[in-house]
């Protein structure tokens, strides 16, 4: 049985420094945001410019988080509930 709850926590954790060393990374190498839309997502960019602020740091940072613990309370969950 996989701990839930120490999961999705370390989730949270995890999360929360790879979103942080991203918008930093954009916040200082703004060129770097097409190059990875272009060649990690096989897409243009097409979003407007880089809106580099706090409020986009804290919403991006809580929708980030939210997505990541359910993607994860999902997989402990159905890890849990399947028999092997």
């Known amino acids: ?3 839930t709850n120490r ?3 370390v989730t949270a954790a995890w ?3 790879v979103y942080a060393v991203c918008f930093l990374g ?4 703004p060129g770097m945001r097409p190059g990875f839309m272009r ?3 096989h897409m243009m960019d097409n979003f407007g410019p880089n809106v580099i602020n706090f409020g986009t ?3 991006g940072l809580i929708i ?3 997505v990541a613990v359910l993607a994860v309370w999902l ?3 159905l890890y849990n509930s399947i028999k092997k």
Not at 26 to 29: K, S, Y
């Open 1 to 3: 049985m996989i701990n």
């Open 7 to 9: 999961v999705l926590k």
């Open 15 to 17: 999360i929360s420094i």
């Open 26 to 29: 954009v916040a200082l190498l």
């Open 39 to 41: 060649y990690g997502l």
């Open 57 to 59: 740091f804290v919403s």
């Open 64 to 66: 980030w988080n939210i």
């Open 75 to 77: 997989f402990a969950a």
